[in-house]
Nanobody, 119 residues
Framework: VQLQASGGGLVQPGKSLTLSCATQGFTFDESAIGWFRQAPAKMREGIACISDSGTYTWYEDSLQGRLTISRDNVKKTAYLRIDNVRPEDTGVYSC?????????????WGQGTLVTVSS
């Protein structure tokens, strides 16, 4: 089971950013995918999740409205779009799966991608 987040980098406040989570080694279209963020000196927190079929999505309350999670089951890739980025969005973003159809269970984690929001 492998997951690899990408798409991070330096982004200016107010811009949008789309992260990708490429996967292999498991049945992607039968597995929910979650996105997590670890800000500097803070604990990792779950920020979004999408079910296996994409019909259910969840967002952390404080980020609702600025995040859009999606997936392409043909490409076996999940995405996270962040709109109107803010300096407090700075952190390492990673994706995970629990090999179950629904959100909320995670056993496998990918290497994260660093997002730095600064002007």
């Amino acid at each position: 089971v492998q997951l690899q987040a990408s798409g991070g980098g330096l982004v200016q406040p107010g811009k949008s950013l789309t992260l990708s989570c490429a996967t292999q080694g498991f049945t992607f279209d039968e597995s929910a995918i979650g996105w997590f963020r670890q800000a500097p000196a803070k604990m990792r927190e779950g920020i979004a999740c999408i079910s296996d079929s994409g019909t259910y999505t969840w967002y952390e309350d404080s980020l609702q409205g600025r995040l859009t999670i999606s997936r392409d089951n043909v490409k076996k890739t999940a995405y996270l779009r962040i709109d109107n980025v803010r300096p407090e969005d700075t952190g390492v973003y990673s994706c995970a799966t629990g090999l179950v159809r629904h959100c909320g269970w995670y056993d496998y984690w990918g290497q994260g991608t660093l997002v730095t929001v600064s002007s």
